[in-house]
């Protein structure tokens, strides 16, 4: 265990100056339960919540300077859910390091997504206390990149041309975006559509389905994925 803190210190770029405070925030509850001592990482993550809010609230009022405070609130929301916290815990090796009671870690709650993104919170929470804002922001920015790719391949693909519009538009406005359907294969009770979408003239996604509007959401689900790899948009 200590080989895998010593290596998510490194990963991170930061050495706890104070180790316990690192390993409070790598204590689940369930250890805690089983050892009456040892400290949880509850608190830690109610003040790493806290933080990380404040640190992504200020990045994308800078990154969005002209966006609503409505879907800035959604974008910021899109980078602190459970599923994408539990993500970057594992991106950042946090996972190998937590101390987890013995039924915990026998059902799989190294695993588990709530218990990852706590974990995230509370390191975040430690960070602050064993340094400061600055040195907080520096390396939580550090581990979340590039922001914009991030939200482009991190949006759910339930509404995928919604996603795509609400991206496009604070950049290059509403018309921007066009669907063309570039040809009809199939027979007429099975037919196969294959739209283009294109940013103003630039194709930047092609999808392909039995009707045009499956073969429009493929299209944008490429396009998300095309403008968050090459960050392009």
Do not use: W
Not at 203 to 229: D, F, Q, V, W, Y
């Amino acid at each position: 265990m200590l080989h895998a803190l010593d290596q998510f210190q490194a990963r991170i770029g930061y050495t706890f100056r104070d180790p316990k405070l690192l390993r409070s925030a790598l204590t689940h509850t369930s250890l805690a339960a089983e050892i009456p001592d040892a400290d949880n990482n509850q608190r830690l993550e109610f003040l790493g919540d806290a933080v990380l809010q404040i640190l992504l609230a200020e990045a994308l009022f800078h990154l969005f300077p002209q966006e609503r405070e409505g879907v800035l609130s959604k974008r910021r929301a899109l980078l602190v859910n459970e599923a994408f916290l539990a993500k970057l815990t594992k991106e950042i090796g946090a996972d190998a390091c937590l101390f987890l009671g013995k039924s915990e870690e026998k059902y799989g709650g190294r695993n588990r997504p709530s218990l990852l993104g706590d974990a995230f919170e509370a390191v975040v929470g430690a960070l602050y206390l064993d340094s400061d804002l600055p040195t907080t922001r520096r390396i939580v920015m550090a581990i979340y990149g590039d922001l914009l790719a991030r939200l482009l391949t991190t949006e759910a693909t339930d509404n995928p041309k919604g996603r795509l519009q609400e991206l496009v538009q604070p950049l290059h406005g509403n018309t921007a975006l066009r669907y063309d359907v570039m040809r009809i294969a199939g027979e007429d009770h099975v037919p196969e559509y294959e739209v283009a979408v294109f940013l103003f003239d630039r194709r930047i996604g092609t999808g392909r389905g039995t009707s045009k509007k499956l073969a429009e959401e493929s299209a944008a689900r490429e396009a998300l994925e095309t403008l968050g790899s090459s960050n392009s948009l």
